[in-house]
């Protein structure tokens, strides 16, 4: 398995929005999830505007085949 991590720091009236298109459900697991080897993203709030997102590939190659057709 491979974990990506990913550190935001989110406006307070940025938040709500940020929630949304970062979520388990959200745009960027929904654009994750066409991708072979992709198997969820957690939100993680830490602290005052402090997002933490784990996105969870089967493998690091799963992760690079991805970015490199985004490129």
């Not at 970062?22 to 602290?47: H, K, M, N, S, V």
């Amino acid at each position: 398995m491979h974990l990506r991590l990913w550190r935001f720091e989110v406006a307070p009236a940025n938040e709500r929005r940020f929630i949304v298109a970062y979520g388990p459900a959200g745009d960027w697991a929904r654009l994750f999830a066409t991708a072979p080897g992709f198997i969820r993203t957690e939100l993680w709030r830490d602290g005052d505007g402090i997002y933490l997102t784990a996105d969870h590939w089967e493998s690091v190659t799963a992760f690079e085949a991805f970015q490199a057709l985004q490129g």
